[in-house]
């Protein structure tokens, strides 16, 4: 069986914490709405400058405590801004099945 040379482009996204390289949908997106609005964006579709960020829980506790979405948004987080993404990042803390990985 002959099989053509596949031509499949997977978009890759590297994550702002720890500059890793994942797939786009193993990454998650946070955005800067064009009306100045940081948030967690699930739909990776929501227009406005992304951010993304690993899977990584440690990643996204710093990108909620540090200045790395700041830096790549290039806009100064609200503290509400930070309480919703430290939001979502306590849910994913509490999935089952959570592997914590130190390296
Ligand atoms: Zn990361």
């Given at each position: 069986m002959a099989k053509k040379g596949r031509r499949k482009h997977i978009p890759q996204r590297t994550?702002?914490?720890?500059?890793r390289i994942f797939p786009k949908r193993e990454v998650n997106r946070i955005v800067r709405s064009p009306e100045g609005e940081v948030h967690y964006d699930p739909?990776?579709?929501?227009p406005g400058r992304g951010a993304y960020l690993c899977n990584d829980i440690a990643c996204w506790e710093k990108a909620v405590t540090g200045n790395f979405l700041d830096r790549a948004l290039k806009t100064k987080l609200t503290p509400a801004q930070r309480a919703a993404l430290q939001e979502e990042l306590e849910r994913r803390k509490a999935l089952p099945g959570q592997t914590s990985r130190s390296g």
């Open positions: 994550c702002v914490v720890c500059r739909t990776g579709k929501a």
